[in-house]
């Protein structure tokens, strides 16, 4: 193997330990101490304060952008009908606004059609973050979060939120009415679903480098209902690497089939020496035709 081919499987493990992340878990601590039997109750109240400070360490020096994520557990957004629960037509042109087919429960709102209809806008995640080092407030960059493709075609410039979250039942954030879909990039980036239980979705970013040692303060507005299904919230700060964010899969994937290739390499080349294959001497001749 020449030298500037180096395995790719080192390569894919290196990078990914240059990426530094730091992350909270937060659904529980940001409980009130009276309400950790009825979390159900304390996230439905809309009069409960719901927020709640907390302190990230940063482990080593974070280079800009830092990329701001949170992470939710349990959460199946690979569900067929939840992620059905949508009219793509609808997101995108405005004569399209009372399709609401494939939408139900979430459809109407008041006899009037909902944009944007459906389960998947319906649960937008909600919860926020602001960020400050000591005295010092980090800004967060919201803007480019989401994908071109998403803003330039799958989101009308001229769709606006009619009726979101005036049902009898509120499932996550609220839209900006006055703000077509094709700006509003958290509403973007949450209705890309996630194939696993398990997901990160970008929230901003701060463009400004951290040193090791320093300590972030958190304000969080806990909003999001992650109680009544048990599931899971955490807020990460990640640098990114050549592959992304932080993940050893690949690098992994790599070792074990290269593990792989070798050891049936290894067992075919045994099997070769230790039960060879007969050759005749001499080839044998067919009968004689006349």
């Given at each position: ?133 000591g005295n010092e407030t980090l ?152």
């Amino acid at each position: 193997m020449k030298k500037r081919n180096k395995p790719r499987c080192l390569g894919c493990t290196a990078i990914s330990n240059k990426v530094v992340e730091v992350s909270d878990r937060y659904e529980t601590a940001c409980l009130p101490e009276n309400m950790h039997n009825n979390p159900v109750a304390y996230i439905q109240n809309p009069s409960q304060d719901k927020s709640c400070t907390r302190v990230l360490k940063v482990p080593k020096d974070m280079k800009k952008p830092i990329y701001i994520y949170y992470q939710l557990d349990r959460f199946y957004q690979n569900h067929r009908w939840y992620a059905r629960s949508r009219n793509i037509r609808q997101l995108k042109d405005p004569k399209s606004a009372k399709d609401t087919r494939r939408c139900k429960p979430e459809a109407t709102a008041n006899g009037s059609p909902v944009v944007p209809c459906g389960l998947v806008a319906w649960s937008l995640f909600n919860d926020t973050y602001s960020f400050a080092r000591g005295n010092e407030t980090l800004a967060v960059n919201k803007r480019g979060i989401s994908w071109r493709s998403e803003r330039d075609h799958l989101f009308g410039r001229h769709v606006y939120p009619r009726n979101f979250q005036s049902g009898g039942l509120i499932g996550g954030g609220a839209l900006d009415p006055s703000k077509p879909l094709s700006e509003q990039e958290d509403l973007m980036v949450w209705m890309r679903t996630a194939a696993l239980p398990t997901f990160r979705k970008l929230y901003g970013r701060i463009e400004v480098d951290l040193r090791a040692g320093e300590v972030v303060t958190v304000a969080v507005q806990n909003r999001y209902n992650t109680y009544s299904f048990g599931g899971r919230k955490a807020v990460v700060l990640s640098t990114a690497g050549a592959l992304g964010g932080r993940s050893s899969f690949l690098g992994r994937a790599y070792l074990a089939g290269g593990a792989a290739c070798l050891g049936l390499a290894l067992l075919l080349t045994l099997l070769g020496l230790l039960v060879p294959t007969p050759v005749d001497e001499e080839p044998r001749l067919g009968p004689a035709r006349r």
